[in-house]
């Protein structure tokens, strides 16, 4: 399989075979969120892995995905500490691989997600005793190859300068999507948009390695972007091919996103 066959499809498969396909240093952004490992209902994917042989795993995905990176290329990682009473901080132990493979670690972004006004862990009920924090936000880490610039004409930048400002305030809230398609855990649109919009020129290519439901191939393709998309699962690549088909050029669907952005 060569890179054009990738480009611009929804591709079915293994990711880590799949990227062999791929050339290095061709890849503008990666964008993704790996399954986290909590036993999320995934139709192809066993997420109750052994952790030491979880983290293995991914961190071939890292040595791929770095190598398919153009120079200057980034890496925006979406990842959150799993488990209340049993916190695991899965966020710092990607977060310490693709700095130990060598990418730089420029920035993180705070994804504000409750939804739920006064939700509580519960832990030990108004005692000091052991009392829990309920996460209500995920991170986007924003990882560089080689260097922090991006060369990239003028004529393919699209981003104004108010969409700018606001998308450079790193707090970002924007409302979770719950299930599209019978898929656990996909991205809302928007967090999506921002991250393409502020990070890519215009016709760049933007890979999911864990494509899932297609939200990046479908916000790629609407932004003027091309992408590459793989998802081991059959079912959410066709949830994928069928967003793909619908998608519509042009403006964002925007949800419910409490967002400050204007288009
Ligand atoms: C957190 S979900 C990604 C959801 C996606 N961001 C979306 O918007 O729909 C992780 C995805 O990884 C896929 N997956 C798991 N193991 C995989 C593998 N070895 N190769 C490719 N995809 C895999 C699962 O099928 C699942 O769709």
């Known amino acids: 399989m060569t ?6 499809r929804i591709t079915k498969g293994d990711c880590l075979e799949m990227m062999q396909n791929i050339p290095d240093n061709s890849i503008h952004l990666a964008v993704t969120s790996p399954p986290y490992n909590v036993g999320k209902e995934y139709s192809d994917h066993n997420d109750r892995m052994d952790y030491d042989e979880y983290l293995k ?14 120079h200057g290329g980034r890496f925006a990682l979406n990842i959150a500490p799993t488990g209340i009473a049993d916190f695991t901080p899965i966020h710092h132990d990607l977060a310490n691989q693709l700095r130990a493979i060598g990418l730089i670690f420029r920035t993180e ?17 108004r005692s000091p005793r052991n009392p829990h924090i309920l996460p209500s936000w995920e991170y986007v880490f924003i990882f560089s190859k080689d260097s922090w610039t991006l060369d990239g004409s003028k004529d393919e930048i699209d981003i104004q ?82 967003r793909l088909r619908r998608g519509d050029k042009g403006r964002p669907r925007r949800g419910k996103a409490l967002s400050k952005i204007t288009h």
Not at 3 to 8: C, D, F, I, R, S
Not at 109 to 125: C, M, N
Not at 181 to 202: D, N, V
Request: aromatic share 16%; net charge positive; hydrophobic share 40%.
């Open 57 to 70: 795993w991914l961190n071939k995905v890292w040595i791929e995905t770095k190598r398919v990176l153009v």
């Open 161 to 242: 300068g108010k969409e700018f400002q606001d998308i450079s305030d790193g707090h970002w809230y924007i409302p979770p999507e719950t299930r599209r398609g019978g898929h656990p855990a996909p991205f809302p649109e928007e967090l999506i948009y921002r991250l393409i919009k502020f990070y890519t020129f215009k016709r760049n290519i933007v890979l999911d390695m864990f494509g899932g439901t297609g939200t990046v191939a479908v916000v790629a393709d609407r932004t003027n972007r091309k992408f590459i998309h793989i998802d081991i699962s059959e079912e959410y690549c066709q949830v994928a091919e069928d």
């Open 3 to 8: 890179l054009k066959a990738l480009v611009g």
């Open 109 to 125: 972004i705070l994804w504000y997600k409750q939804t739920i006004y006064k939700r509580t862990a519960w832990g030990s009920w």
